[in-house]
């Protein structure tokens, strides 16, 4: 059964880059099956998607974060990555990376992330 | 942008009885590219449903999703302690990938 897990910072400060890592387990970053994607999840509120990446590095991103945004893929690793440059309080959230091939089928347990000096 | 809204906020019924959730979309999507998922607190969200009408693996058969255009539903029947949850409803029909803002299904 392929599982997710994501890790990094739980706390950034302001203007800085947020940066987590999401490892696969069990199965292989490189299948053409899937994009690998991030979510995320404000205190209280619904889901909003990130973007997500192919196993080639081909990359989509939401349009309202597209600027601040980079989704890397570490295929030897069997990883893949989430950059959000100058960051606010507004992206405090919780941050899930998910297995989709269209729909989201596989997700990691989430990292809550807290945007403070 | 497509926009799901998700009606109502919150659902407050008693174990055994039938939920029904709508979820409205601001232009009209291919039944093929609308899923459903459950969401318990502290956890991640379970996908429940694919293609407007798929249950996905493992997911009980009191779960069933319907709908076309911009109206889809998801009818939870007998409900059971395990149902009570929010429910997001998310759309794939477009590179820009929305998800609605939830319903909470709640204990009466």
């Known amino acids: 059964q392929e599982q997710l897990q994501e890790s990094g910072p739980g706390l950034v400060k302001p203007s800085q880059t947020l940066s987590l890592t999401c490892t696969v387990s069990?199965?292989?970053?490189?299948?053409?099956?899937?994009?690998w994607s991030w979510i995320r999840q404000h205190p209280g509120k619904g889901l909003e998607w990130i973007g997500y990446?192919?196993?080639?590095?081909?990359?989509y991103y939401n349009p309202s974060l597209r600027s601040r945004v980079t989704i890397s893929v570490d295929t030897s690793k069997n990883q893949f990555s989430l950059k959000l440059r100058s960051v606010t309080a507004a992206d405090t959230a919780v941050y899930f990376c998910?297995?989709?091939?269209?729909?989201?089928?596989?997700w990691g347990q989430g990292t809550m992330v807290t945007v403070s000096s | 942008e497509i926009v799901l809204t998700q009606s109502p906020g919150i659902l407050s019924l008693s174990p055994g009885e039938r939920a029904t959730l709508s979820c409205r979309a601001s232009?009209?999507?291919?039944?093929?590219?609308l899923a459903w998922y459950q969401q318990k607190p502290r956890q991640a969200p379970r996908l429940l449903i694919y293609?407007?009408?798929n249950r996905a693996t493992g997911i009980p058969d009191r779960f069933s999703g319907s709908g076309s255009g911009t109206d889809f539903t998801l009818t939870i029947n007998r409900l059971e302690p395990e149902d009570f949850a929010v429910y997001h409803c998310?759309?794939?029909?477009?590179?820009?990938?929305?998800f609605g803002g939830g319903t909470k299904v709640e204990i009466k």
């Open positions: 990446i192919d196993y080639s590095g081909s990359a």
């Open positions: 069990g199965g292989s970053i490189s299948s053409d099956a899937y994009y």
């Open positions: 293609g407007t009408s």
């Open positions: 998310q759309q794939y029909a477009s590179s820009f990938l929305t």
């Open positions: 232009q009209s999507i291919s039944s093929s590219f």
């Open positions: 998910a297995r989709a091939p269209g729909t989201f089928d596989i």
